[in-house]
């Protein structure tokens, strides 16, 4: 039996481990899980907190010298650099503290890219709204100012006048951001590349695109991208360089990149697989769970494929966007599941820990709905990915453009009622 322990995240990643006969010991934040779709896969699951490398190596080694693990594994962007730590720390195989800070900082991300020679954007490391100033007037057009090592599309801000550089500038100070960092506007729509590696070895799977709102947003991911398809040999060969630069041998890592009339530019890199469903789109699209070799791969179990899939459907998740306010009434799911729409939804009161749950259980089923508001619950405006909130419809269909219609249709046949 394989012994592997997983920090944090999604029960996703460790659906079927003892199946595979992998014994999982899952470190967790309580209130961040559910113990019901997690405790079906693991043999022991510790309360602690994901961001302190000392409390989880107290935690993991006694369990490791009384029978030691195989692999230490997050999937979590918030966990990547202290696992780093514990990895180090143990002994043991994975990816490293320095390229998981490489990878968060997306100031190292861009000084890694700009030292060899891949994706060139200007950009600066902000210690002053004067860096700021002096950085739009280098541009001399559009400019974006953002957290250098944010999360969920939050405080990401795009300057054209000195007046609006000072006004981000203050609002990411305001907010607690102390590194800040400011890029070129990349002009083009928005793709992002799924890929796995190991040892050294990169390959790509997914290639997805965004519907994003005016805060950078996304309500809607589908796969395979008809933008990133006609660039698909160089996203592949970008993607290995990419990960190349920041030293990722092994593992999942999520890419994104602006398509403009250059060619494609990085927009950012993460050593984890991609939120808001977009594994599974993948498996939809393609027939390769990115879930399932999260664990299988690095244990041997199953091997990395030689290529890049080819891809056999498309995929789409969209989710419940209603106007902010008090739920008062939630209309047509009745029809919808009378067409043979499976429905399933978060029991009254509970608070789901992310933004797809029951995502596991629907893998059967070519269209689905998942509701986690009843009347009477609040709506937020949609300010980060965590907004997200009030359910989604995924599906499958013969492309793309087939998958996304298929969430349409069912989007606008489910009518929240706010006030």
């Given at each position: ?16 481990a ?5 014994d ?29 490398s ?46 998981s ?33 002096d ?8 400019v ?5 090592d ?18 981000a ?6 907010a607690?951001?102390?590194?800040v960092?400011?890029?070129?506007y990349?002009e083009?729509?928005?793709v ?7 040892q ?10 965004y ?6 947003v ?52 993460h ?10 789109l ?11 070799m999260?664990l ?7 091997k ?8 056999i ?17 939630i ?6 599941e ?16 992310h ?16 509701l ?45 009622h706010?006030s």
């Amino acid at each position: 039996m394989y012994r592997v322990a997983v920090i944090g995240g999604k029960p996703a990643p460790i659906a079927g481990a003892k199946d595979l006969d992998i014994d999982v010991t899952l470190l967790h934040e309580p209130g961040k899980y559910d113990p019901r779709e997690v405790a079906p896969h693991c043999g022991d699951i510790v309360d602690c907190s994901i961001t302190d490398s000392g409390a989880m190596l107290a935690a993991l080694l006694p369990r490791h010298q009384e029978r030691p693990f195989d692999l230490v594994l997050t999937n979590t962007e918030d966990a990547a650099i202290p696992v780093g730590r514990v990895v180090e720390a143990l002994g043991m195989p994975g990816t490293t503290e320095r390229t998981s800070r490489l990878i968060k900082d997306k100031t190292l991300t861009r000084r890694a890219l700009e030292n060899g020679g891949l994706s060139p954007v200007r950009y600066r490391a902000l210690a002053s709204v004067d860096d700021a100033l002096d950085f739009l007037e280098l541009v001399g057009d559009r400019v974006v100012i953002k957290p250098a090592d944010g999360v969920a599309s939050l405080q990401i801000h795009v300057a054209e006048t000195p007046e609006q550089a000072s006004t981000a500038w203050k609002q990411l100070q305001d907010a607690g951001y102390r590194s800040v960092i400011a890029e070129e506007y990349l002009e083009g729509p928005v793709v992002s590349v799924d890929s796995f590696s190991h040892q050294g070895r990169h390959i790509v799977f997914g290639m997805s695109e965004y519907q994003m709102n005016e805060l950078f947003v996304e309500w809607e991911v589908s796969t395979i991208s008809d933008a990133a398809w006609g660039h698909r040999d160089e996203l592949r060969a970008m993607t290995a360089q990419l990960l190349d630069a920041v030293g990722l041998t092994d593992g999942p890592a999520h890419s994104e990149y602006v398509l403009t009339p250059e060619g494609p530019r990085v927009l950012e890199t993460h050593n984890r697989l991609a939120g808001s469903g977009a594994p599974e789109l993948v498996r939809r699209a393609t027939g390769h769970s990115l879930g399932r070799m999260f664990l299988t791969v690095p244990l041997g179990i199953d091997k990395l494929p030689d290529a890049s899939p080819d891809p056999i459907a498309g995929a789409a998740i969209r989710f419940f966007t209603p106007p902010p306010g008090t739920i008062t009434d939630i209309a047509g799911i009745t029809g919808v599941e009378q067409a043979g729409v499976p429905v399933l939804r978060l029991p009254r009161g509970e608070r789901a820990p992310h933004i797809i749950p029951y995502l596991g259980e629907l893998t059967e089923a070519e269209v689905a709905v998942v509701l986690t508001k009843h009347e009477g619950d609040r709506v937020s405006a949609l300010n980060s990915v965590k907004d997200c909130d009030n359910g989604y419809v995924i599906a499958t269909g013969s492309d793309r453009r087939a998958a996304v219609a298929r969430c349409a249709e069912v989007i606008d046949r489910i009518r929240f009622h706010t006030s």
